[in-house]
């Protein structure tokens, strides 16, 4: 029997003590300690970092021949930077059957087709099982994937260091585990110590691994965050529940920006780009009705369409008035529920207010508050605003709407959905500005605005 020692362990944070404790004094939450059995001494790791262990000036430092490497799914792509760099571990998380297994077997599926060798380690499925998914997703396909259904890490090394991969995708990472350790699978330690060997491997050998991570109940990947950590990139898969489009979210990246996202729809067979969004967004939109407004707004690099709906009712009920916003930061939303009380007179006070961001996207940019403030002045009014209508503009508190950074590209995106009309902020009109209109690629009104009292007068009268 392994001789080892007993501890708790914080299973958000990692912290270790010696007895369990009600309240983690590192993370302050309560009830996470769970007891682990660790080994009094740490087996040493079989990989160093390249050139590790020896000072060497930056400028001497041999760059990699190839840098990043295109996973053929252009969206995927978007969200790692450009592509997954070599030597990195990539995390991906999201709900149960969100399709985190689906996307990675495609991108195994696709690499394996242009050359690459892939290694596809599951433990959660048997190889039988992983073979009827490729041929749903692949029919007639047979390219050069390895498969290996394996949950012990030393077997699973082993195989990776003779087969020398360019990409191995592990599914997932809680059902991988060191018998040595004498836990189970899935435990903090575990876990930890399994993730720690990966990104070692993965910098000593310059193997690319993307690591399935199951989620809480509180939609953090299950595990101490030390796990986030560790690993070279974040992604979280998301989606509602009973709609087929799926959101690839970059949480943490270490070779690109956190702000993009990928879209997606799931069909029969696997996931599928989406190569307008904006146009997924609007497709249901309704016309001429009150509390509707779209707003163009920035996700990374790429401008996006989003209907904005609000609904403005008596409370009838008593005590405080509900507000509820799904996709909206709901400190932003309160502020402009607070101006077009004081600066406007409408009142608020006394009615329930539901906004609501249409398709699932999450929208925290403050571009879009004018376009909040009007859906919810058109459901309180209950007149719609003008058809095939913008609205880019952040609210101050004194109610003034201040100038946006990339007007153009936003109105780009506008004018290749149709729409001819678009309220901006007056600090956003400059001579250089009215010269560029007539290369945006169409027509378009341009109304400048100052204070949301003028917006409102322009689109409800």
């Not at 930056?58 to 490497?69: A, D, Q, S």
Request: overall charge neutral; glycine content about 12%; aromatic content about 6%.
């Amino acid at each position: 029997m392994t001789s080892g020692k007993t501890l708790f362990i914080c299973r958000e944070c990692g912290y270790e003590a010696y007895k369990w404790m009600g309240r983690c004094p590192s993370c302050r939450g309560w009830q996470t300690f769970q007891e682990e059995r660790v080994l009094k001494k740490a087996p040493r790791g079989a990989f160093s970092l390249e050139g590790g262990g020896e000072l060497q000036l930056l400028g001497e430092i041999v760059p990699l021949e190839k840098e990043r490497f295109l996973t053929g799914i252009g969206e995927f792509d978007r969200v790692l930077g450009g592509g997954a760099v070599a030597g990195s571990t990539i995390l991906v998380g999201g709900d149960p059957g969100i399709g985190k297994s689906t996307l990675l077997l495609q991108v195994a599926l696709r690499l394996a087709d242009s050359g690459n060798k892939v290694i596809y380690v599951t433990g959660e499925e048997s190889l039988q099982q992983v073979k009827m998914r490729a041929a749903r997703l692949c029919p007639g396909r047979k390219g050069p994937l390895l498969v290996l259904a394996e949950t012990e890490y030393k077997a699973i090394e082993k195989q990776i260091l003779q087969k020398m991969p360019h990409l191995v995708i592990l599914d997932s990472i809680q059902t991988i585990m060191k018998s040595e350790l004498g836990t189970v699978p899935g435990s903090v330690v575990q876990v930890r110590e399994v993730t720690a060997s990966l990104v070692q491997m993965a910098k000593g050998c310059q193997f690319t691994f993307f690591i399935v991570g199951h989620v809480t109940k509180e939609g953090t990947i299950a595990g101490p965050r030390l796990l986030e950590h560790m690993v070279d990139c974040v992604l979280y898969l998301e989606g509602e529940r009973y709609q087929n489009f799926r959101i690839l979210r970059g949480i943490k990246n270490r070779f690109g920006s956190t702000n993009e996202i990928g879209i997606f729809t799931m069909e029969s067979r696997g996931l599928t780009e989406v190569d307008n969004p904006s146009a997924l967004f609007l497709e249901q939109r309704p016309r001429d009705t009150a509390g509707s407004v779209v707003v163009p707004f920035m996700e990374g690099t790429r401008p996006l369409l989003v209907e904005i709906q609000a609904l403005v009712t008596p409370s009838y009920y008593g005590g405080n008035p509900r507000r509820v916003f799904t996709g909206l930061d709901y400190n932003r939303v309160a502020l402009i529920i607070a101006v077009l009380e004081k600066r406007l007179g409408l009142q608020l006070y006394n009615g329930d207010i539901f906004a609501n961001a249409v398709g699932g996207v999450k929208v925290t940019e403050p571009a879009a508050d004018l376009g909040v403030a009007l859906s919810i002045s058109s459901s309180f009014r209950d007149r719609p605003v003008l058809p095939n209508t913008l609205a880019i503009g952040e609210i101050g508190l004194t109610g003034e709407v201040r100038p946006v950074s990339r007007l153009e590209e936003r109105l780009r995106e506008g004018i290749k959905m149709g729409f001819r009309r678009c309220l901006v902020p007056n600090g956003n009109l400059s001579s250089s500005f009215e010269d560029n209109i007539g290369d945006l690629g169409g027509n378009i009104e341009i109304s400048g605005v100052s204070t949301v009292a003028e917006a409102l007068d322009l689109v409800l009268g």
